[in-house]
């Protein structure tokens, strides 16, 4: 039988006019698409190797180059499509299974594309955020039902104070992305710009490396079934805890970092022998039901002298809202939700494309079940996997998010262009890799402001969005599911997500 | 459209309204007719488009006011035999009797109109608080579940009187000016859309609140969701249902004063609780923000709200709609104009206009018997 061939996704263009031969593109690709022929002074470019980061697109000086998709087609067939047909070819060539990086690229319904937002006219102003205050201040974090109070000589005292509260400028924060999926000059970049935007960013389960020392009060430093790089000074220097359970790129499965990427550095983070593969298993093997989560969410608040927020972190699957529920009941002060589209730095194409359900439909039945039990006020909720704009994270929160979470497209801010190949370790954009040859051309300081500028822009977005509905404080959208229409969803959609169908008034 | 039809549709759906609201109290609780009132709402004549108004007064029942009193209103004979079965076999009706009314040609879609004196079966033995559980749920019970009855006003010496038509209209109807009271609230409403159901006229009430609102309120999703989360359905007759249910659960169940009430429905801004200097005043603003985020009232408004003890004007943080207070000796007006005040009150002490999200908060101390003014 003839071998097998891969396909190119990719063809590289190479504008021989503008082309002068500098050989960049040469020097700084990672997967050795292009090679300088020292004969023929030619530079041939190897379009099978091509995983369309466009890297040297943006890099050529003199804009030669220009990357386009391959239109090469097999016979049109609407069930074996070009994709299923060359996975085939590469599982009989490899007897292995196939892996990939970022959030499912499956075309599933998105709900966000069916739900549009209200403005006010007349009966109600709209607000002008340039004119008017417009506020987005979140608390992420255990509320009580009421407040105690004292009144001494006209002046109120309270007599319960709240404690343990993440406090944010804006409902957004940066998703768990470990050390080690991820570069430590990205881990900076999120870091120092969380701090910055007065957000919070989250350490994955990469440890908290001693360079991120000084952003440990705005880090969520996660506790995965691996238990990697946790100890107590982990716990101790940390805004919060979240306890992984499970994401949305790969419910049901642990994390992996391979051995190859284990270097010095993240040994020593991680707590492990430097070379050695980081594989954390698919459950906790001390959680094995809900009480067992129970004890590990009091053992962490005890480490902690209860002055730290615990939260747990689940994928969004069928039983989602009981899930939730258990999970508040068990203690915890949030709970992150991941999508199906939650992004990874590496998990099975089988998983990450087929397991889990919509983050739009698991917010709006976790925050109806929380509030039908009465307990919605224990527990935050943050909303994960695949937020793409600023009106996403208005549309999670009118269904009931206290915040989100943002992964790809903060790496999108740092250069990434989402080319899937996060697992190689050889993302040219420095970000998903640890060869300082590449993680050098992510500069902090500059990827710090990139994040920055972006949670601004959607940060007045939103107020802009908020001001139009004629609201000024974002705990007035929050939840507030009057503020939605959806377009073209049926009955039982509309039901779940507890929003009105266009054309439906108050 | 017929009135099945429009009632069909108020039920289902909250109207947008712009309107015009008064209030007048006596600090010492010294009774007053009902004439004032009328006066001065019907001045307002441009808030309102002659598609609702009403009233409510307290102190008007003395000789009843140990007893739990109803209005309700019926689309027909045969569900007030069914209610009427349900409230006998709950209450012992002191007495009952139809709201006496005077024909008015011009009103339309009249429904059955009548009130109740009950008292609990044995529940002179109970607290207050858990009477005030049983009349609430009672009330809810009969507007959720019996179709075509609808409970307008459930306190005790107090009563709601209200209807499709202007406030002159309703004045009339109702003979405002033959009841004495010590509160008087009105209201005249302009909304967006044509209405024929009598229940969705303001003011709203439940137990001995009533409110009266000008405005639209945007939080009103979850404002809703946050009281259900606390057992209180909206029967969507009106988003002014809202402010009344936050009242009873922050007041009567959280127990807080008006003021922290005021600051809860239109919360300070974060901006002035950064610059607060006083750390304990800090501390508690920004506790109150966080545990009643939900309960912030967003959007235009201007209400009145009344208890027996009690009337608070209230703007929302940024005073969208226009109130007015002013005071002379004994009474204090509240109006969403001055004209509305001046008109029965020709020399005010005082005039004011309240700040935004600053309430007016008049106690009445009522000395035990009210004197006749």
Redesign the interface.
Known sequence: MAKAKNIAEFIIERDEKKCIKCQACVRVCSNDVHNYDEETEEILSDNIKCVGCHFCEDICPTGALTIRRNLSETKENAHWTRDYIYKVVKQASTGGILLTGMGNDRPYKNYFEHIVLNAAQVTNPSIDPLREPMELKTFIGRKPDRIIYDKTRGKYILKERVTNLLELELPVMFSAMSFGSISLNACKSLAKAASASGVYWNTGEGGLHKDLYPYADRAIVQIASGRFGVNVEYLEKAAAVEIKIGQGAKPGIGGHLPGEKVSEEISLTRMIPEGSDAISPAPHHDIYSIEDLRQLIFAIKEATSYRKPVGVKIAAVHNVAPIASGIVRAGADFITIDGIRGGTGAAPVAIRDNVGIPIEIAVAVVDQRLREEGIRNQASIIAAGGFRTSADIVKAIALGADAVYIGTAALIALGCHVCQKCYTGKCNWGIATQDPYLTRRLNPEIGAKRLSNLLRAWALEIKEMLGGMGINAIESLRGNREQLRAVGLNEVELNLLGIKHAGEAW | MEYDQLRKLEKN??????CGISGIVNRKGNLFSGEKIITSICLMTERGNGLGAGYAGYGIYPEFKESWCFHIMYDDIRVKETVEAFLENRFDIVNEEPIPVKNVKTLKYIPLLHRYFVDIKNGRKEDLYSQQEYILSTVMNINKNFDGACVFSSGKNMGIFKGVGNPEEIGEFYKIYDYKGYIWTAHNRFP?NTVGWWGGAHPFGILDWSVVHN??I?????NR?YL???GYYCTLFT?TEVITYLFDLLNRK?K??FE?IGDILA?P???SIDIEQDM??K??WK????????A?V???FAIIVANSNTIIGLND??K?RPLVSAEKGDFVYLASEESAIRCICRNPERVWMPDAGEPVIVNVKRDRKGKDG
């Open positions: 759906a909250h109207i947008p309204s712009g967006t405005g639209e945007s939080s009103y999703g979850i969701r259900e989360n606390a988003d959280h807080l004063d922290v919360a801004f974060w901006d304990e005043n501390d508690f506790t109150l923000r966080i545990i009643y985020s939900s912030l967003n959007g235009p943080r940024l969208l």
